[in-house]
T-cell receptor, first 111, second 112 residues
Framework: DAGVIQSPRHEVTEMGQEVTLRCKPI?????LFWYRQTMMRGLELLIY????????DSGMPEDRFSAKMPNASFSTLKIQPSEPRDSAVYFC?????????FGPGTRLTVL | SQQGEEDPQALSIQEGENATMNCSYK?????LQWYRQNSGRGLVHLIL?????REKHSGRLRVTLDTSKKSSSLLITASRAADTASYFC????????????FGQGTTLQVKP
């Protein structure tokens, strides 16, 4: 298995633009998690899905953030409009038990 | 607030020495996990210890869990330069939701 796949790996955009991050979980995993990592705040859970259904989105910072999981093999995290404080590394992880498998992350820079 | 808090925040040792990292948490748990993150990479699962276990080994890793003190430690024996990374503890919130709460991590540097 290729592991969790995220794209793009790097994204540089200007304030106000829409950003879409993509994730393909490991086949057979029924949980999918989106995290954000910064030096100041560490690793934060934004939202997670179970069987494609959002279970807990309490970590989503604002209405500018939205996430979808249209099927078991694909999820998106969208930021619209983006702001400089959204600059961070965004990780997607999947699991079928307690052990989570992380993707390589998307480094987002909002200018 | 963070469920898990690691101590120390940073640790620098020589190759061959042992490294010990500690984690404290606040609520009841089903299990506690340790993850490693190399610079620029995603987290990688190292070991899971259940709440009814006190000690677990995996290769050069030894994890202990004291539920009465709500604390865990990760010991890496005979460290190598390749062990240089950040180490995070993660706990569930005993709700069986699959959700984990990560600590702030310990940055370990192993000097060759």
């Amino acid at each position: 298995d290729a592991g969790v796949i995220q794209s793009p790996r790097h994204e540089v955009t200007e304030m106000g633009q829409e950003v879409t991050l993509r994730c393909k979980p490991i086949s057979g995993h029924d949980y999918l998690f989106w995290y954000r990592q910064t030096m100041m705040r560490g690793l934060e859970l934004l939202i997670y899905f179970n069987n494609n259904v959002p279970i807990d989105d309490s970590g989503m910072p604002e209405d500018r953030f939205s996430a979808k999981m249209p099927n078991a093999s694909f999820s998106t995290l969208k930021i619209q409009p983006s702001e400089p404080r959204d600059s961070a590394v965004y990780f997607c992880a999947s699991s079928r038990s307690w052990e989570q498998f992380f993707g390589p992350g998307t480094r987002l820079t909002v200018l | 607030s963070q469920q898990g808090e690691e101590d120390p925040q940073a640790l620098s040792i020589q190759e061959g020495e042992n490294a010990t990292m500690n984690c404290s948490y606040k609520t009841s748990i089903n299990n506690l996990q340790w993850y490693r993150q190399n610079s620029g990479r995603g987290l990688v699962h190292l070991i899971l210890i259940r709440s009814n276990e006190r000690e677990k080994h995996s290769g050069r890793l030894r994890v202990t869990l004291d539920t009465s003190k709500k604390s865990s430690s990760l010991l890496i024996t005979a460290s190598r330069a390749a062990d240089t990374a950040s180490y995070f503890c993660a706990t569930d919130d005993s709700s069986n939701t699959g959700k984990l709460i990560f600590g702030q991590g310990t940055t370990l540097q192993v000097k060759p």
